[in-house]
């Protein structure tokens, strides 16, 4: 067994659970099956192992993205596919785990930021430039601009603070930034392929 792997692996399942402050080192070697003493042979404390899982939750949906990406050449379809990926995320994360990071790991939200300012923001760029070729967006776009507001949105989705006593779900918030951002861009051949392949999506 690769201890450190399974160490990152169910360490990020009980984050994403229950929240990273909730969590502790006793917990996580309970779930890895492994003594405590074990655990800190592989990380140094909890805050590198928060860091490690970090990196590679970062890692592993960059690889996912771009293989996302990749399977399509129709720019809606790649959306589509990727807020399913999305949303299967989402439906495994406990909201104070957004909160924790933000509070408690400054150098992990900043890692976040640089993978959304970054990473994120290229892909947007490069699926307006794909949606505009094909004519599924609106040729007037200004590129740039739409994805700096792309980003905008998702730092609203990731404040917890915006929607606390709402009684909003994150599922709910993301699934209407997807939905605001496709009208917004689309032309009327693109809203068709859209709406023909939105449902199983937004239900």
Sequence with gaps: MD????????????????GIKSVSMDDIAREVGISKKTVYQHVEDKRQLVTEVFENHIKNDESACC????????P???LLDLAQHIINRFRHLNPSTLYDIQKYYPSCWKMFTNHKNEFIYQQIIDNLHLGIKTGLYRSELNVAIVAKLYISLIDLVTKPEQFQGDKIEYLDVYKQLFDYHLNAIMTDEGRSYFNQHKEALIN
Excluded: C, H, P, W
Aim: charged residues 20%.
């Design 67 to 74: 293989t996302i990406m990749d399977q399509t050449a129709n």
């Design 76 to 78: 809606i379809q790649q």
């Design 3 to 18: 201890v450190k792997g399974e160490i990152v692996r169910k360490s990020q399942n009980l984050f994403m659970r229950y």
